[in-house]
């Protein structure tokens, strides 16, 4: 991001004082009253002045490094660049100057939410914004960590593949397994505490690919279910035709929402005749027996476990006839 500050009032002799708020709101906006606080679930993570101060808010820990470096990109002591990057629950923002750069390093209260920067401050008029953003990803190791990582699967048991935390939307998945008649997963599923909408729970991700791994060579994304009882199809060779029911033992989604959070034991079995794979499974009274009719798919179909905001342990893989 560029920009350029100068004082409010020409005639104020006093400096400017720019920052950056470093927030999440279902909004994207920086909210100050409670209400709007409440209903957008605003958060705050901290404040980071132009100077190289910085406060935290909810953030857990924040740490500041100011070099004496030059830079010649920028004509004026207005004139601004800011750098930023996030990796997980650590971001990293550089504010560089003419003549030197302040760079804080924020170790944030989870992975799962989103982190926003809005540019603002007391006695100044900001202008001249203009932002770009890097086409490549920064390694996983970018930034040095001031704090540990977040995790709710490490003094977890572990079954026959490593446990998987999955901090947002997909974002990680289990080892997969082929999908034979008879195959059954079972594993220990709890929300994470942000967790609050109806899709944050497990998924079954159906795919194929040459070296049996997601994403991996020749990765193809067939389809996946969700324990909500939601099932997407993502390629023309899988067929859904879903089945679910809500038991007598489904009460409400708050109800079942609650129950994701306290954790529980599943158990998913899959049924292969010819071309077509169902899954079943049950969950808190919802019922689940999709069907998914494959054409043109020559290779082996595998199964993995992911999911959104929720942490998936003691994952095991057996074979029934």
Not at 167 to 187: E, N, Q, V
Not at 248 to 260: G, Q
Not at 294 to 304: L, N
């Amino acid at each position: 991001v560029s920009v350029t500050v100068s004082p409010a009032d020409e005639a104020d002799s006093t400096f400017p004082v720019p920052s950056l708020i470093l927030f999440d709101a279902l909004d994207g906006l920086v909210h100050n009253d409670e209400k709007s606080i409440r209903d957008m679930l605003y958060l705050e993570s901290g404040e980071i002045w132009f100077d190289g101060r910085a406060e935290a808010g909810s953030a857990r820990k924040v740490q500041t490094k100011t070099v004496n470096k030059p830079c010649t990109d920028l004509k004026t002591e207005h004139d601004v660049k800011i750098e930023a990057v996030r990796i997980k629950d650590h971001a990293l923002i550089r504010i560089i100057g003419k003549d030197k750069t302040h760079e804080i390093t924020v170790a944030l209260p989870d992975s799962t939410r989103y982190m926003y920067i809005g540019i603002t401050g007391e006695r100044c008029r900001i202008g001249g914004l203009d932002t770009f953003k890097a086409d490549t990803e920064c390694p996983d190791d970018y930034i040095q960590r001031i704090a540990n990582e977040i995790s709710y699967i490490d003094d977890c048991p572990v079954g026959d593949v490593p446990n998987v935390q999955v901090d947002g939307y997909r974002s990680a998945h289990s080892k997969g397994t082929p999908i034979k008649d008879g195959l059954m997963i079972t594993f220990h599923a709890k929300t994470l505490p942000t967790a609050r909408l109806v899709w944050h729970c497990p998924f079954i991700d159906v795919f194929s690919s040459d070296d049996g791994e997601v994403y991996g060579k020749n990765y193809r994304d067939l389809a996946f279910i969700r324990f909500d009882g939601e099932c997407w199809e993502c390629d023309p060779a899988c067929h859904a035709d879903p089945d679910v029911k809500h038991t007598d033992a489904f009460v409400s989604w708050d109800a079942w929402n609650e129950y994701n959070h306290t954790g529980y034991d599943a158990s998913v079995t899959f049924r292969v005749k010819h071309n077509t794979i169902t899954m079943i499974t049950e969950n808190c009274g919802i019922s689940i027996a999709h069907k998914l009719v494959m054409t043109g798919v020559d290779k082996t179909i595998y199964a993995a476990v992911t999911g959104d905001q929720v942490a998936v342990t003691d994952i095991r893989y057996s074979y029934s006839s």
